[in-house]
């Protein structure tokens, strides 16, 4: 079944983030800018922020076990016109993992970003997020629709464990989830199977093993922990309370492979954000989950419309 296979895939991959492992140095970006504000690391454990750039406030969240480093080529292009606020969670791609593990930890992520937006005085800023990125980006504007900027949602969906079955609900999946989040806790997959993870979410070899090293050095109960709350929180209904318009950047050449062609999964993300109420869905042709790795011409270009439309300029 295509849905199924598309979800095993989405899943897979997701799950590879906790126990990848190969060598590669992250690119540097451009010299940062200090915040408006002094920041106070201790009132956001879950989480650091570096501030590259002058202008408008943009907010770019990462996934699974990945550091704000993955948004590099993004921040590069973005710098002259935003001041952006790379998110780096804690315990992922290296980064310290908190010294008290929330549960569940998304919405502890949530509020200390929320917090964050108003003790920077951000006002509404635009906010790019990647998988897990852009489930939290959905979680803060549907939490405080008022205080949340226009949002870019790359390759994420409201409900993880809806994929697969449409009619599931936050119940009926918490026994799988749990399952999941114990044996994310105590092991690792083999290399080679990481190794083959890796090659479905980005093509390009070094990307891989730099996305592969990111995986090694994350901390396991907070990706399991992560993974949990991806499988147990469901969003489809609350995006209904977000008021900004949304740009949704998908992908699907990963699972062709399974039967998937574009057209069946972009019907999934139609599916999910159906009660999204300014949403554009746009699927790239060929890239893979990191988008910004895979396709980053094309996901700029989709983002740079986006943002100069005069709806969503003005917010």
């Known amino acids: 079944m295509k849905t199924a296979a598309f979800a095993r895939r989405l899943s897979l991959s997701l799950l590879l983030l906790s126990a990848a492992g190969a060598s590669l140095a992250a690119a540097p970006v451009a010299s940062s800018t200090a915040p408006a504000v002094a920041d106070n690391p201790a009132q956001h454990p879950t989480f650091t922020v570096r501030v590259v750039g002058q202008g408008k406030p943009l907010l770019l969240i990462p996934g699974l076990n990945c550091p704000g480093a993955v948004w590099d080529e993004t921040v590069a292009h973005y710098q002259r016109q935003y001041q952006c606020h790379i998110i780096s969670l804690a315990g992922f791609g290296g980064q310290a993992p908190a010294a008290t593990l929330a549960d569940p930890l998304l919405p502890a992520v949530r509020d200390q970003l929320l917090a964050y937006i108003v003790a920077q005085k951000l006002g509404k800023p635009t906010i790019v997020g990647h998988s897990l990125g852009g489930f939290l980006a959905l979680a803060l504007s549907t939490a405080r629709p008022e205080a949340i900027g226009p949002l870019v949602i790359v390759d994420s969906l409201p409900f993880l464990a809806a994929i697969q079955n449409p009619d599931a609900t936050a119940e009926t999946a918490r026994p799988q989830a749990t399952a999941m989040r114990q044996q994310m806790r105590v092991g690792h ?48 209904a609350d995006v209904a309370r977000i008021q900004q318009p949304v740009l949704v950047l998908g992908s699907w050449a990963a699972y062709a492979a399974y039967g998937s062609t574009k057209e069946s999964t972009r019907a999934i993300f139609v599916q999910q954000y159906a009660k999204l109420p300014q949403v554009r869905i746009e699927m790239s042709e060929a890239g893979r989950h990191f988008l910004m790795y895979d396709d980053t011409a094309w996901l700029l270009a989709q983002t740079d419309a986006f943002l100069k439309q005069p709806a969503v300029a003005k917010k």
């Open 189 to 236: 997959q083999p290399v080679i199977t990481q190794r083959q993870m890796v090659a479905g979410m980005v093509t390009d070899t070094a990307r891989q093993r730099l996305v592969a090293r990111w995986g090694a050095a994350s901390d396991a109960p907070t990706a399991a922990q992560a993974m949990y709350d991806l499988y147990t929180l469901d969003l489809r």
